[in-house]
């Protein structure tokens, strides 16, 4: 059938990236995208570092000014989408509107996952998940002394590093035995505590929160899993997200870990593509199904979902990167480290400057890099053309990264 209309229901970094593409690449059909939030599209990294901090305004972080998208008739609808009429391929929304669509991609993203403990619902205890929660967390910044973080991942390290920054007395728990447990090896994990702990940050790992006091309605204390009682003005979670799968579950579409797609990013629906926060794709890299949390991921899924829709049609293979800034560490990280078996590490972790190879049955599967944007970059490219490196050459004295990158691209000499 002819593709006249493409609506889209979410308006994070997919959602908004599906739609752009779809007009750089020339489609001329009608495009839709529904976000719950008022006002424009907005980049979310920044939320837990420099908005937070305050080093940038709401307006920077926009992906587009308004006339971009009038310009490319992109038209925005505020509102939420309740849900999906498969058979008259029709989107119907809370407030009764309907919108048809010819292909319908869904990035609704995830949401935070809420405290499960007594004392959660106190004025004070705050998740950062969007630009509403960072600018709560930015009016209680300067009247707080004393801050409990509940979650060592990305988003809760990068706010205690923001908090210890500001001079405030900063302790984060963690149920896991190591920070960022899920996202990269022990070495890293080893190399991020010790740096919090110099800014001053208290870790405590292996222990999380068991409740949550309130005086007059406002947190005053947690009681930590362990036993150990902290008198706090403020708590901030982070422990993980749940993809937003209400909307395809209740329309009948393959679900597990997210919304269930095949190479090409689509869902058992041959109408409806999911991309983002919420998709569960077949991953090259990892080999089997896997949902990522990042903004590579999501602008990855979104260009290859618009190349579909206008012909050009290719499977989901792009190797996975991320990054996070933490005080003045910058960590950056090429492929998935999951199930390696050689940690290999190249630099100066005292300066600190270096990174952590993973290798799985001698392959190169992962990179991380701190302060060394010159190894991710190499990374990238190597996990991009399956280059042949060895535990035994990485582990070689003086082994420098980029160099033998440098050095596969050269002809060889007869």
Same mark, same amino acid.
């Given at each position: 059938?002819? +593709? @006249?209309?493409?609506?889209?229901?979410?308006?994070?970094?997919?959602?908004?990236?599906?739609? &752009?593409?779809?007009?750089? =690449?020339?489609?001329? %059909?009608?495009?839709?995208?529904?976000?719950?939030?008022?006002?424009?599209?907005?980049?979310?990294? *920044?939320?837990?570092?420099?908005?937070?901090?305050?080093?940038?305004?709401?307006?920077?972080?926009?992906?587009?000014?308004?006339?971009?998208?009038?310009?490319?008739?992109?038209?925005?609808?505020?509102?939420? &989408?309740? &849900?999906?009429?498969?058979?008259?391929?029709?989107?119907?929304?809370?407030?009764?509107?309907?919108? /048809?669509?010819?292909?319908?991609?869904?990035?609704?993203?995830?949401?935070?996952?809420?405290? *499960?403990?007594?004392?959660?619902?106190?004025?004070?205890?705050?998740?950062?998940?969007?630009?509403?929660?960072?600018?709560?967390?930015?009016?209680?910044? !300067? =009247?707080?002394?004393?801050?409990?973080?509940?979650?060592?991942?990305?988003?809760?390290?990068?706010?205690?590093?923001?908090?210890?920054?500001?001079? +405030?007395?900063?302790?984060?728990?963690?149920?896991?035995?190591?920070?960022?447990?899920?996202?990269?090896?022990?070495?890293?994990? =080893?190399?991020?505590?010790?740096?919090?702990?110099?800014? %001053?940050?208290?870790?405590? +790992? %292996?222990?999380? +929160?068991?409740?949550?006091?309130?005086?007059?309605?406002?947190?005053? &204390?947690?009681?930590?899993?362990? %036993?150990?009682?902290?008198?706090?003005?403020?708590?901030?979670? !982070?422990?993980?997200?749940?993809? @937003?799968?209400?909307?395809?579950?209740?329309?009948?579409?393959?679900?597990?870990?997210?919304?269930?797609?095949?190479?090409?990013?689509?869902?058992?629906?041959?109408?409806?593509?999911?991309?983002?926060?919420?998709?569960?794709? *077949?991953?090259?890299?990892?080999?089997? =199904?896997?949902?990522?949390?990042?903004?590579?991921?999501?602008? /990855?899924? $979104?260009?290859?979902?618009?190349?579909? #829709?206008?012909?050009?049609?290719?499977?989901?293979?792009?190797?996975?990167?991320?990054?996070?800034?933490?005080?003045?560490?910058?960590?950056?990280?090429?492929? #998935?480290?999951?199930?390696?078996?050689?940690?290999?590490?190249?630099?100066?972790?005292?300066?600190?400057?270096?990174?952590?190879?993973?290798?799985?049955?001698?392959?190169?599967?992962?990179?991380?890099?701190?302060?060394?944007?010159?190894?991710?970059?190499?990374?990238?490219?190597?996990?991009?053309?399956?280059?042949?490196?060895?535990?035994?050459?990485?582990?070689?004295?003086?082994?420098? #990264?980029? $160099?033998?990158?440098?050095?596969?691209?050269?002809?060889?000499?007869?």
């Amino acid at each position: 059938m002819t +593709l @006249n209309k493409v609506v889209i229901v979410g308006g994070g970094q997919a959602g908004f990236q599906v739609a &752009a593409s779809l007009r750089q =690449d020339g489609f001329d %059909g009608d495009v839709t995208v529904v976000g719950d939030e008022v006002g424009l599209p907005y980049q979310r990294p *920044p939320l837990s570092k420099a908005y937070l901090k305050g080093a940038v305004g709401a307006d920077s972080l926009e992906f587009r000014p308004q006339t971009f998208f009038a310009e490319h008739r992109i038209d925005l609808v505020h509102g939420r &989408a309740a &849900a999906i009429d498969r058979t008259n391929r029709r989107v119907m929304l809370e407030d009764g509107r309907a919108l /048809d669509y010819d292909h319908l991609v869904l990035a609704t993203g995830a949401h935070n996952r809420v405290l *499960p403990v007594p004392g959660a619902d106190l004025d004070g205890v705050c998740g950062l998940r969007d630009l509403a929660d960072a600018d709560r967390l930015r009016e209680r910044l !300067g =009247d707080v002394r004393h801050v409990v973080v509940a979650g060592a991942g990305f988003i809760g390290l990068e706010f205690a590093a923001v908090a210890a920054g500001l001079g +405030l007395d900063v302790h984060v728990l963690e149920m896991a035995e190591r920070p960022m447990a899920r996202a990269v090896s022990r070495p890293m994990s =080893d190399a991020f505590a010790k740096a919090h702990r110099g800014w %001053g940050v208290k870790l405590d +790992l %292996g222990q999380g +929160l068991s409740r949550i006091e309130g005086r007059d309605g406002r947190v005053a &204390a947690v009681e930590t899993t362990a %036993g150990l009682r902290i008198e706090t003005d403020l708590v901030v979670f !982070g422990i993980g997200v749940i993809p @937003n799968m209400r909307l395809a579950e209740e329309a009948g579409l393959a679900i597990e870990n997210g919304i269930k797609v095949d190479a090409h990013l689509l869902t058992s629906d041959p109408a409806i593509s999911a991309a983002g926060d919420v998709a569960q794709f *077949p991953s090259v890299q990892a080999g089997h =199904d896997v949902r990522l949390e990042s903004v590579q991921n999501a602008v /990855d899924h $979104a260009r290859l979902i618009a190349a579909r #829709l206008i012909g050009h049609t290719v499977p989901y293979t792009a190797v996975p990167w991320f990054w996070s800034d933490q005080g003045d560490l910058k960590l950056q990280i090429a492929g #998935l480290m999951i199930g390696q078996d050689t940690e290999i590490m190249v630099g100066d972790v005292d300066k600190p400057a270096f990174s952590v190879l993973g290798f799985r049955a001698g392959t190169l599967i992962a990179v991380e890099s701190v302060n060394r944007a010159s190894d991710h970059m190499a990374a990238r490219r190597l996990l991009t053309s399956h280059a042949a490196l060895s535990p035994q050459e990485a582990g070689a004295p003086g082994f420098d #990264l980029k $160099a033998w990158a440098v050095a596969q691209g050269r002809p060889s000499r007869s």
